[in-house]
């Protein structure tokens, strides 16, 4: 039986709740040391008790954006203040005491949603009812002060002077753990002259507010599973739609009517592309702080569509009003901004994605961990490196590996990587890391730090603790490595000439090949090419090495490929500089091009000489006695704006030099700055032929050939 709604408010507030009939929707959310709670305490009582009514829809108008952020999902037990709390900009109800009272409470559980029917009485969920929870003080009592519900009763404190009055049939839900019940009622605020006396309400407000209250009613409408064409629903979107109309919302809220709209109706949702266009004439008209740019690239990915003109074009003013206003974006705004443009496939983008690369590196000590990881992954993705922030993560990172997520010490080395960052001073705090606290790492983790170093080709000053280290941890772990994972660790340790004999028999035997080849698939060509690597070393470079060898059907034949994992080609425009003078001092074309070894490398240019040192034609090289092999390097051998060649490059050179190579480098830094042909020759001769006197420079129109 209901309440009567005319009995007069006290002090108490299970007195005020006993005349609700609605449901309390109830949502926390913690800025700084406060507690924000926003509660829908009132009932709907259409003939009795206005100002309940009132007082509930002003609290609904008055949930903050704080609050709203909350409101997907509720704490497991939160405190529940009384509605007036939050409605001082608004009214107070002049009856309730100022006094708050505390009550453990937990969010309503819907356990079937149906089609709500305008008589209020009809539909009633059931919940279960835990166990007695843990009693929460409140401020200014004692404990035995203390207010808490079970089954639908509440213990009387024992410092009252009598009884609390009956309570209405409305029990907190607790997930189920015994075998009590107790009726909730949550449809009311879902019918239909609930949902047209509100609008009618909310219409007296500002557009802000009222497009807050809005939004607020049609996200409860998400939560509790109402579908988008149910009447409460189109009475809703109806008022939006004309409120929308207006122009005149903020930024926030039509965000906020962006989402639940997308919620009810999908991406095609005529309230989603009013919501648009109000933000497109938002946007040109320079009215978005960067707090909003941030909500509008993520309220963007949620319906974004790459065909949508509309959308275009609002991206397009999004991106050009953004990059006048990175100076004052916050690091949690930076972060939330990259992930919404690689949530975008902005790519192209460029200009604003190396804008927010340099504010990233101005508020680097800033970012949490949880951001730092956000940030260096977009960036990785979108493919844009600033110098800065490497300067940025060079200073402020070392005295953050100690106490940080190991996850951050991992992609910040998977970063590194993939943008060729040879950092010194990064690598060097890493590895001491590694050393002191490689126990807490994941062997994915172990993995990616171990991999940069060798791709990169960086030997710490502490390299004979990090292998012992390392060579510890594959003992203990090594059945908790994935087999790809493992071939890339061991692989990299051939790069920086550490050799892993103890575990190259383990790799090669036929039940790790058997793992490698998971579910009947061909084996991946890469860790196919790494294992060929790994079985040159122990051939060319480990001789003692006994143990079992890669099956020689398993072989690689050629170590190019498209994604030069192993070897990186010549560049051309290196070769056109290099061939003239070569010619020139050689009498001739008497070398070749991209050849390949037996072994699978590719040589960029080949020279032979006779048993006497001198240069052989092509049509001898039958008779060759030694070999010379040019490798004309370009930039993209080398670290990211360094002399340090990768770790493929290294390893490439060392088993050309066991298989009877000569190696000459050629690279790009020292032959530029040749400004004549004189010099290049003199260069090429000094290179090619350092210790043969009887090769000497003549004049270019002295030389004669063969």
């Keep these: 039986m209901q309440p009567d709604c005319s009995t007069r408010f006290d002090h108490r507030v299970a007195a005020h709740r006993s005349t609700c009939h ?32 009132d007082t509930a829809m002003k609290s609904i108008v008055c949930i903050s954006s704080s609050v709203r952020a909350v409101c997907q999902h509720a704490s497991a037990c939160f405190l529940l203040h009384r509605s007036l709390n939050l409605c001082s900009s608004v009214g107070r109800c002049p009856h309730v005491a100022s006094t708050s009272t505390a009550i453990v409470a937990q969010p309503p559980c819907v356990t079937g949603v149906r089609r709500f029917q305008t008589t209020r009485n009809t539909a009633v969920q059931m919940v279960t009812a835990t166990s007695l929870p843990t009693p929460v003080p409140i401020p200014g009592r004692t404990e035995d ?5 079970q089954s639908g009763r509440r213990a009387t404190p024992k410092t009252a002077a009598r009884a609390a009055p009956h309570l209405s049939p409305y029990t907190p839900y607790a997930k189920p753990r015994s075998s009590g019940a107790a009726l909730v009622n949550i449809q009311s605020l879902f019918e239909e002259d609930v949902i047209r006396e509100l609008c009618s309400r909310l219409a007296d407000f500002p557009s802000n507010d009222r497009a807050e209250g809005l939004a607020t009613l049609l996200g409860a409408c998400v939560e509790f599973g109402l579908e988008a064409h149910s009447p409460p629903v189109l009475r809703l979107m109806n008022e939006c739609l004309e409120l929308l109309s207006n122009r005149d919302i903020g930024v926030p809220q039509l965000c906020h009517l962006g989402k639940v709209a997308c919620a009810l109706e999908g991406r095609q949702s ?19 702080s960067p707090s909003e740019a941030a909500t509008v690239y993520s309220l963007l990915t949620l319906f974004y569509e790459p065909a949508s003109q509309q959308q275009a074009l609002i991206l397009s003013a999004l991106h050009t009003h953004t990059q006048r206003l990175v100076h004052r974006l916050r690091a949690s705004q930076v972060s939330d901004i990259l992930q919404s443009l690689l949530k975008l496939q902005q790519r192209q983008a460029i200009t604003l994605v190396l804008r927010l690369s340099h ?16 940030v260096l992954s977009a960036l990785m993705i979108l493919g844009q490196h600033d110098e800065e922030l490497l300067a ?32 010194e001073t990064v690598f060097e705090a890493v590895a001491e890391n590694f050393v002191c606290d490689a126990e807490k790492h994941t062997t994915p983790q172990i993995a990616k730090q171990i991999v940069a170093m060798g791709r990169l080709n960086y030997l710490p000053q502490c390299s004979s603790q990090m292998f012992k280290k390392l060579e510890s941890i594959l003992s203990t772990r090594f059945s908790q490595f994935q087999p790809r994972s493992l071939i890339d660790v061991l692989h990299a340790c051939i790069h920086l000439e550490r050799f892993p004999l103890n575990y190259m028999s383990k790799v090669f035997s036929p039940y790790f090949l058997q793992r490698l080849q998971a579910h009947g698939e061909p084996f991946n060509k890469n860790a196919l090419g790494q294992l060929t690597q790994l079985h040159l070393s122990t051939v060319l470079e480990c001789t003692r090495y006994w143990g079992p060898r890669l099956p020689f059907y398993l072989h690689v034949k050629k170590f190019s490929s498209a994604d030069q994992a192993f070897e990186t080609p010549m560049e051309y425009l290196l070769y056109k500089q290099v061939k003239g003078p070569l010619a020139q001092l050689l009498g001739g074309r008497f070398y070749s091009t991209r050849i390949f070894t037996q072994n699978g490398y590719t040589i960029d240019v080949e020279i032979c000489l006779d048993e006497n040192g001198f240069v052989l034609p092509l049509s001898q090289w039958d008779h060759t006695y030694k070999r010379i092999a040019l490798c004309l390097d370009g930039q993209n051998r080398f670290c990211s704006n360094t002399k340090y060649l990768l770790g493929k490059e290294v390893t490439k050179r060392r088993h050309l030099d066991r298989m009877g190579y000569e190696v000459v480098q050629i690279p790009y830094f020292e032959f530029e700055k040749l400004r004549t042909q004189g010099e290049k020759i003199q260069y090429l001769h000094n290179k090619i032929f350092p210790t043969i006197s009887k090769f000497s420079v003549p004049q270019p129109w002295l030389w004669t050939s063969f």
């Design 392 to 423: 940025a993560m060079e200073k402020h990172l070392p005295e953050r590996l100690g106490k940080c997520d190991p996850e951050v010490i991992s992609t910040v080395m998977e970063y590194c990587l993939q943008m060729g960052c040879r950092s």
């Design 145 to 149: 002060e203390v207010t808490v519900h």
């Design 270 to 288: 005529p309230m989603v592309a009013a919501v648009l266009d109000s933000i497109g004439a938002a946007v040109e008209k320079d009215a978005v």
């Design 359 to 374: 504010r990233a590196s101005r508020v680097f000590k800033d970012f949490s961990d949880d951001e730092i990881i956000k």
């Design 22 to 53: 609605l449901t309390q929707l109830c949502y926390q959310t913690l800025e700084g040391s406060s507690v924000i709670c926003c509660s829908l305490t009132t009932s709907y009582c259409l003939s009795e008790g206005r100002t309940i009514f």
